[in-house]
């Protein structure tokens, strides 16, 4: 089976920036999302096919993507960004997987 | 605007039945794949099952082949989850959402519903 590891946390002052790694076999060849999710509330989607932010995701969010880890970072971080963090990516033999998760906590 | 709004979930006992209902709106219903997701109590989230646009293609997890059935109703704009044999693993809360899929058939997943929670439990 595929696995993605990410950190289980991440802090970060307000203003500075964070970096939010996933890590798997070859990721640099598949595609990887990432999304954001508050306590209650549903996930979103902030990166997707790498580094394409939908619309009406802050430009303080990118992503890169190569050899075998996927990095989320948020520059200039704002207390509002707290929240957990998935990636996710999709493998031919085991569809659709996602990362552990990282909290994320600005301080 | 994209809505997707689940329903049917609840309390049910190890061995029973539910069907989830997702109801979609705000956007053209057959020009998507849709999937079901869950997350267990204070973990991550979780790949159930994914539906092409004809319903031609499905996926499930592991876990839920031979026990859960994925369908979609194009005319009325829904997707349904139809799970037997539950388990207390499978307590969650229950996820659809939109997946695009182009041609890097890499799917992601750009709107979620609220979630309906399911528990299976005696």
């Known amino acids: 089976s595929y696995e993605l590891t990410q950190p289980p946390s991440v802090s970060v002052s307000p203003g500075q920036t964070a970096s939010i790694t996933c890590s798997g076999d070859?990721?640099?060849?598949?595609?990887a999302s990432w999304y954001q999710q508050k306590p209650g509330q549903s996930p979103v989607l902030v990166i997707y096919?790498?580094?394409k932010r939908p619309s009406g995701i802050p430009e303080r969010f990118s992503g890169s993507n190569s050899g075998d880890t996927a990095t989320l970072t948020i520059s200039g971080t704002q207390p509002m960004d707290e929240g957990d963090y998935y990636c996710q990516a999709w493998d031919s033999i085991a569809d659709v997987v996602f990362g552990g998760g990282t909290t994320l906590t600005v301080l | 605007q994209v809505l997707l709004v689940e329903s049917g979930g609840g309390l049910v006992k190890p061995g029973g039945s539910l069907r989830l209902s997702c109801a979609a709106s705000g956007f053209i219903f057959t020009d998507y794949h849709v999937t079901w997701l869950r997350q267990a109590p204070g973990k991550g989230l979780e790949f159930v099952s994914q539906i092409s646009p004809s319903g031609s293609t499905i996926s499930y997890v592991d876990s839920v082949k031979g026990r859960f059935t994925v369908s979609r109703d194009n005319a009325n704009n829904a997707l349904y989850l139809q799970m037997n044999s539950l388990r207390a693993e499978d307590s969650a809360v229950y996820y659809c959402a939109r997946t695009p899929l182009d041609t890097t058939m890499a799917p992601y997943f750009d709107y979620w519903g609220q979630g309906t929670p399911v528990t299976v439990s005696s």
């Open positions: 070859k990721l640099g060849t598949k595609y």
């Open positions: 096919q790498d580094t």
